[in-house]
């Protein structure tokens, strides 16, 4: 029975082993997936392309850096008012001394794939903070 065993054991860890290795970097976000996706966050702007990218994150199993270039993708597909009216909140929130307020703002515009401005947001809220405890420490 020992002897029937170790060949089927040797033959179903090399199917195994094979499968890892044809799966690659599947589901893994390596250092060149992170640059061209970085890249097409702060400079791709048309839509078609941001969806084609996102389709080939999604085949290769990285399903939130799709869905955030799904969103940048819809940004620049807004109507004008409703760019308008989304600059007019950022430069509102902009305008805020309120650290708390400008973080809850900038979480939103993250959520709808606005990364740029809500970075800009969240730095701006830090600098809120810093002014704060400088104000109180002194």
């Given at each position: 029975?020992?002897?029937?065993?170790?060949?089927v054991v040797i033959v179903g860890l090399t199917c195994a082993a094979a499968y890892k290795v044809s799966q690659g970097n599947?589901?893994?976000?390596?250092?060149?997936?992170?640059?061209?996706?970085?890249?097409?966050?702060?400079?791709?702007?048309?839509?078609?392309?941001?969806?084609?990218?996102?389709?080939?994150y999604r085949k290769e199993?990285?399903?939130?850096q799709a869905e955030m270039l799904e969103k940048r993708a819809a940004l620049r597909e807004l109507p004008q008012e409703i760019k308008?009216?989304?600059?007019?909140?950022?430069?509102?929130?902009?305008?805020?001394t309120d650290?708390?307020?400008?973080?809850?703002?900038?979480?939103?515009?993250?959520?709808?794939g606005a990364t740029g401005a809500a970075q800009s947001l969240r730095d701006y809220a830090a600098g809120l903070k810093a002014a704060e405890t400088a104000t109180k420490a002194a």
């Open positions: 029975m020992l002897p029937v065993l170790i060949p599947k589901g893994v976000m390596t250092p060149e997936r992170q640059v061209i996706y970085d890249t097409a966050l702060r400079t791709l702007k048309d839509p078609d392309k941001l969806r084609e990218l996102a389709c080939a199993g990285l399903p939130v308008e009216a989304r600059r007019a909140a950022f430069k509102k929130a902009k305008e805020c650290p708390t307020k400008v973080e809850v703002v900038a979480s939103a515009f993250e959520h709808e």
